[in-house]
């Protein structure tokens, strides 16, 4: 990669003016202040309060290299190397999904459930860890595992398991909850892969970005969801629950696979945007 000029850059003479430099280079002032902020390791703020502070050169290349990667469409999330959810920061990279507001709504149900306060919780397909550590920092009680079949993936969440403190957790390598041996859960909780393969979805956006992986199952989206849901019919303890996210559309069968596994108390929640986002189920 060719190094870039101060001439090539055009150099602006303030950081106030480099905001205003790279807003037009994106059309977009908020990323541009996250990625000048996270080239001068401050955060937007300090943008603000030294907007008339000269901008050192290589710092502007850095901010720079941060702006063309970002009009090539690599996701704001990963050039900053994380994203909040649900108040925390957590890390993310190119092995894991991006955490978003709507999988927010799993935690919310999760939390409202009458469960045991040493409840046994299993995150399936944990990523970066963002649904168990919310969950074990939000509820000490609670005895939390995670899986995940990505090896990159763990790294990340055990990274990220350091940083909040949330030693407890523990991190599982495996497909689904394979890895758990004797262990019967009370609350069985994923946002799995649910994307059909060929949707023009996968061609758009920061999605383009992470990992396949993490994001398809199956000509109709719905490979993994259905293995979760037998896996989860023998594993779950007596009344324990299974909580998944999934697409827009396939609440509907998503009811369907739990009630043909013999779950009962079955629901679907809205997340807010009106859409059923979320489903619950209940062992017998």
Not at 43 to 51: E, I, K, S
Not at 143 to 161: G, K, P
Not at 218 to 224: A, K, Q, T
């Amino acid at each position: 990669m060719q190094s870039t000029t101060s001439a090539e850059c055009g150099m602006p003479a303030t950081i106030g003016r480099a905001v205003t430099n790279a807003a037009a280079r994106l059309g977009e002032r908020l990323e541009a202040e996250l990625l000048l902020a996270h080239a001068l390791e401050r955060d937007r703020a300090w943008l603000y309060a030294h907007a008339g502070d000269p901008i050192e050169a290589e710092r502007w290349r850095a901010c720079l290299e941060l702006v063309r990667q970002r009009q090539c469409g690599r996701p704001v999330a990963y050039l900053l190397g994380q994203r909040e959810f649900y108040g925390r920061e957590f890390e993310v990279g190119d092995g894991v999904l991006i955490p978003r507001p709507e999988t927010e709504l799993l935690i919310d149900i999760a939390l409202q459930l009458p469960l045991p306060e040493q409840a046994r919780v299993v995150d399936v397909g944990t990523g970066s860890g963002c649904i168990a550590l919310t969950l074990a920092l939000e509820r000490p009680g609670w005895q939390v595992m995670a899986t995940d079949i990505s090896a990159e993936a763990l790294a990340i969440a055990h990274r990220n398991r350091k940083w909040l403190g949330a030693d407890a957790v523990e991190l599982l390598r495996g497909n689904l909850l394979e890895p758990l041996v004797n262990i019967h859960p009370d609350l069985v909780i994923s946002n799995p892969p649910y994307v059909a393969e060929g949707d023009p979805h996968l061609a758009r956006g920061d999605v383009r970005f992470e990992p396949q992986t993490a994001l398809v199952a199956g000509s109709d989206g719905l490979d993994v969801i259905r293995e979760l849901v037998q896996q989860s019919a023998r594993a779950l303890a007596a009344g324990g629950c299974l909580l998944i996210e999934h697409g827009h559309d396939q609440a509907g069968e998503v009811r369907h696979l739990l009630q043909a596994a013999d779950f009962h108390a079955i629901a679907s929640h809205r997340d807010l945007a009106g859409i059923e986002r979320v489903t619950l189920g209940r062992r017998t």
